[in-house]
């Protein structure tokens, strides 16, 4: 078995034309899945908790009679923390522990109700309040992510959200003990082992058993990205999240094997990964290949990383380190790393990426599991306009104003104009009658 990324060479002439391609996924049978999810999502809208037991049995293997036994309890969170080992325990709260500090420190900077009084007497301002109840996408099946639990409970609750409902498929009946650990030790309300569009239909329109939520995050497979697309606007939702991707910016300097090890830590995930290296240094970048041809027969998932790497991964050599970042900040990717002498000198440089992760040791794995920022963040290029999942995703803000009599003389006669200008004369009046006569 071999992996080979793609070499590209900002020699040749159609290098950037290369560099765009990069970011497009190849075409997925869209069509059928939308049709299903749209099926899917107006059954359980119709006909409720009857829907979702089906779609459950049809495709998790899950056949039960009531919605009780898809519900898991406080005491079934607690029996898994007791089963998983003294180090899973450790870790569970250690992550939990750095994921809260962070949050809570974001909801300091940015989460906070504030006013102002003007001269005359008027208060202009923003509350932030946070949602009363929300859901959150567990992924099960192939593998299972307590820390994508993590992440997105834990800001919920330091954001001080009311209710958090759980839902994680769990394929023929098969639970996994650090998920279930994992929401003991972040606080999880409710949870069902529910998954795919029917677990998002039952969040976002609610049944007799499940509450509706007012937003809904987390990662999913196609059919729940395509579920969340439909229902946004019913409710809200964090992002379409896409396939995992790295983005590593070298100079050479950083031990090659650590780099082959990096792109496989996203190439891992599914086929549609993608890892990229970014370097000036031809010889460089053949070590990396290098480590890649060697390192790989040791991996247990050695069949997905070297798909992923052949169709979508690419190695490139570049002009200089501030062409890589260039190339970076096109392809605003999901994880980017400045693995170089001096990351400080390069990170000004990158305006967009999900997140990014400074210096050799800086490892992508870190900020998956414990160092505190999110993980839950935008792929295919949208790091342009979007954010990491935080705080602020589990909060609203409401303008506050109240105006002083004075106030409405100095407002009014704008208000007025301004109004008469769109013909809304019922807007215009409403000022005039709060002026002085």
Request: hydrophobic share 45%; glycine share 8%.
């Amino acid at each position: 078995m071999q992996a080979s990324p793609r070499r590209l060479t900002h020699t040749q002439p159609d290098f950037w034309e290369q560099i765009g391609l990069l970011n497009h996924l190849p075409a997925a049978d869209d069509a059928r899945i939308e049709a299903v999810v749209a099926d899917i999502l107006a059954d359980v809208r119709k006909r409720g908790d009857a829907a979702v037991l089906e779609y459950t049995a049809r495709f998790d293997g899950l056949n039960v009679a009531s919605m009780a036994e898809l519900e898991l309890t406080h005491a079934d969170f607690a029996a898994a923390f007791s089963r998983i080992s003294p180090e899973q325990r450790t870790a569970l709260q250690h992550a939990a522990a750095r994921i809260r500090t962070y949050h809570e420190a974001q909801l300091k900077a940015c989460g906070q109700s504030w006013q102002y009084v003007e001269a005359d007497g008027t208060l202009l301002g923003q509350k932030v309040t946070p949602l009363d109840r929300v859901g959150i996408y567990v992924p099960g099946g192939k593998a299972s992510y307590p820390s994508s639990l993590l992440m997105n409970a834990v800001p919920a609750h330091v954001a001080g959200v009311g209710e958090i409902i759980m839902m994680v498929p769990t394929p023929r009946g098969e639970r996994n003990d650090l998920v279930l650990a994992a929401a003991h030790v972040a606080g999880v309300t409710r949870a069902f082992t529910i998954g795919g569009a029917q677990a998002v239909a039952a969040l976002a329109f609610g049944t007799a058993t499940i509450p509706k939520v007012d937003k809904i995050t987390g990662p999913g497979n196609a059919y729940v990205a395509a579920a969340k697309k439909r229902v946004f606007g019913t409710v809200g939702i964090d992002m379409i999240a896409g396939p995992s991707e790295i983005l590593v910016l070298a100079d050479g300097s950083t031990p090659p094997d650590w780099v082959a090890m990096d792109l496989f830590s996203q190439a891992e995930h599914d086929e549609l990964a993608q890892s990229i290296l970014l370097c000036p240094d031809a010889a460089y970048i053949d070590a990396v290949q290098a480590s890649i041809d060697r390192l790989l027969p040791e991996m247990p998932r050695a069949e997905i990383i070297a798909k992923s790497l052949n169709d979508r991964g690419a190695l490139i050599l570049t002009e200089s380190l501030e062409q890589a970042c260039e190339i970076s900040n096109a392809l605003a990717p999901e994880h980017l790393e400045i693995s170089t002498r001096e990351p400080e000198r390069w990170e000004p440089l990158l305006r967009h990426a999900g997140a990014i992760f400074m210096g050799a040791y800086t490892s992508e794995s870190l900020g998956d599991y414990c160092a505190g920022p999110n993980h839950v963040l935008p792929t295919v290029g949208t790091a342009r306009f979007s954010s990491p999942l935080g705080v602020y995703d589990f909060q609203k803000r409401s303008s506050l104003i109240r105006v002083s009599a004075a106030g409405a003389q100095a407002l009014g006669p704008t208000a007025s104009i301004l109004a008469h200008g769109e013909g809304l004369q019922g807007h215009a009046r409403a000022a005039e009658m709060r002026l002085e006569q």
